[in-house]
Protein backbone atom coordinates (compact mmCIF):
# COMPACT_ATOMS: atom_id res chain seq x y z
CA UNK A 1 0.00 0.00 0.00
CA UNK A 2 1.54 3.29 -1.10
CA UNK A 3 2.17 5.91 2.09
CA UNK A 4 3.02 9.02 1.38
CA UNK A 5 3.48 11.41 4.65
CA UNK A 6 4.09 15.01 4.04
CA UNK A 7 5.69 17.23 7.17
CA UNK A 8 7.15 21.08 7.42
CA UNK A 9 4.09 23.31 7.41
CA UNK A 10 3.49 25.77 10.06
CA UNK A 11 2.55 29.49 10.52
CA UNK A 12 4.63 31.79 8.68
CA UNK A 13 4.89 35.72 8.36
CA UNK A 14 4.45 37.05 4.51
CA UNK A 15 8.34 36.42 2.76
CA UNK A 16 8.71 33.33 4.62
CA UNK A 17 9.76 30.33 3.58
CA UNK A 18 9.09 26.89 4.42
CA UNK A 19 10.18 23.36 3.77
CA UNK A 20 7.88 20.86 2.86
CA UNK A 21 8.72 17.25 2.92
CA UNK A 22 6.91 14.27 1.71
CA UNK A 23 8.11 10.67 2.54
CA UNK A 24 7.07 7.75 0.28
CA UNK A 25 6.69 4.22 1.10
CA UNK A 26 4.99 1.23 -0.69
CA UNK A 27 5.66 1.81 -4.00
CA UNK A 28 5.04 -1.51 -5.87
CA UNK A 29 8.16 -0.20 -8.73
CA UNK A 30 11.03 1.83 -7.81
CA UNK A 31 10.14 5.23 -6.56
CA UNK A 32 12.25 6.67 -9.41
CA UNK A 33 9.54 5.50 -11.99
CA UNK A 34 7.25 7.42 -10.29
CA UNK A 35 6.18 11.17 -11.62
CA UNK A 36 5.63 13.57 -8.44
CA UNK A 37 3.41 16.21 -7.85
CA UNK A 38 2.35 19.20 -5.34
CA UNK A 39 -0.93 19.50 -4.90
CA UNK A 40 -2.61 21.99 -2.36
CA UNK A 41 -6.00 23.64 -1.71
CA UNK A 42 -6.96 26.38 0.62
CA UNK A 43 -10.20 26.11 2.44
CA UNK A 44 -13.17 26.70 0.82
CA UNK A 45 -11.27 26.77 -2.32
CA UNK A 46 -10.98 24.15 -5.40
CA UNK A 47 -7.56 22.03 -5.39
CA UNK A 48 -4.64 23.88 -7.32
CA UNK A 49 -1.65 22.07 -9.10
CA UNK A 50 1.36 23.37 -7.55
CA UNK A 51 4.42 21.37 -9.12
CA UNK A 52 5.72 18.40 -10.86
CA UNK A 53 9.08 16.88 -11.01
CA UNK A 54 9.97 13.53 -13.25
CA UNK A 55 11.51 10.10 -11.78
CA UNK A 56 14.66 11.54 -12.24
CA UNK A 57 14.53 15.11 -10.52
CA UNK A 58 15.43 16.92 -13.78
CA UNK A 59 12.53 17.87 -15.08
CA UNK A 60 10.10 20.35 -13.48
CA UNK A 61 6.92 22.24 -13.63
CA UNK A 62 5.24 24.92 -12.20
CA UNK A 63 1.94 27.03 -11.47
CA UNK A 64 2.45 30.69 -12.91
CA UNK A 65 1.02 31.46 -9.07
CA UNK A 66 4.35 29.96 -7.24
CA UNK A 67 6.81 30.10 -10.49
CA UNK A 68 9.83 32.10 -9.40
CA UNK A 69 9.29 31.30 -5.67
CA UNK A 70 8.67 27.85 -5.27
CA UNK A 71 11.45 25.10 -5.99
CA UNK A 72 10.37 21.22 -5.96
CA UNK A 73 13.57 18.50 -5.91
CA UNK A 74 13.21 14.27 -4.33
CA UNK A 75 15.82 12.67 -2.95
CA UNK A 76 15.40 8.95 -4.54
CA UNK A 77 17.54 7.04 -2.14
CA UNK A 78 15.60 8.42 0.73
CA UNK A 79 12.29 8.16 -1.32
CA UNK A 80 11.53 11.64 -0.77
CA UNK A 81 9.99 14.65 -2.19
CA UNK A 82 10.63 18.11 -1.24
CA UNK A 83 8.82 21.76 -1.80
CA UNK A 84 11.00 24.83 -0.70
CA UNK A 85 8.19 27.80 -0.60
CA UNK A 86 10.36 31.46 -0.81
CA UNK A 87 8.28 34.44 -1.01
CA UNK A 88 4.97 33.36 0.90
CA UNK A 89 1.99 35.09 0.37
CA UNK A 90 -1.07 35.00 2.52
CA UNK A 91 -3.08 33.47 -0.68
CA UNK A 92 -0.41 30.36 -0.44
CA UNK A 93 -2.33 29.43 2.34
CA UNK A 94 -3.51 25.81 2.22
CA UNK A 95 -3.26 22.45 2.81
CA UNK A 96 -0.38 20.96 0.81
CA UNK A 97 -0.52 17.47 -0.20
CA UNK A 98 2.16 15.22 -2.07
CA UNK A 99 0.52 13.06 -4.90
CA UNK A 100 1.39 10.21 -7.21
CA UNK A 101 1.49 11.50 -11.02
CA UNK A 102 2.15 14.57 -13.19
CA UNK A 103 0.18 17.90 -13.92
CA UNK A 104 -3.03 17.44 -14.94
CA UNK A 105 -4.85 18.49 -18.35
CA UNK A 106 -6.72 21.97 -17.66
CA UNK A 107 -10.06 19.61 -17.72
CA UNK A 108 -9.19 17.68 -15.06
CA UNK A 109 -7.45 20.73 -12.60
CA UNK A 110 -9.25 20.22 -9.66
CA UNK A 111 -10.45 16.45 -10.14
CA UNK A 112 -8.58 14.44 -7.00
CA UNK A 113 -9.11 11.86 -9.31
CA UNK A 114 -6.45 13.05 -11.55
CA UNK A 115 -3.47 11.83 -8.95
CA UNK A 116 -4.09 7.92 -7.83
CA UNK A 117 -1.91 8.29 -4.12
CA UNK A 118 -2.48 11.56 -1.41
CA UNK A 119 -0.74 12.36 1.25
CA UNK A 120 -2.57 13.65 4.71
CA UNK A 121 -1.22 17.21 3.78
CA UNK A 122 0.30 19.74 5.83
CA UNK A 123 -1.40 22.86 6.30
CA UNK A 124 0.68 25.95 5.49
CA UNK A 125 -0.78 28.94 7.20
CA UNK A 126 0.97 32.86 5.95
CA UNK A 127 -0.33 35.46 8.16
CA UNK A 128 1.36 38.45 9.77
Known amino acids: EVQLVESGGGLVQPGGSLTLSCAAA??????????MSWVRQATGKELEWVSS????????NYADSVKGRFTISRDNAKNTLYLQLNGLKPEDTAMYYC???????????????????WGQGTQVTVSS
Open 99 to 117: ATGGRPPAALATNRAWWPH
Open 26 to 35: GFSSPFTTYI
Open 53 to 60: INGGGGVA
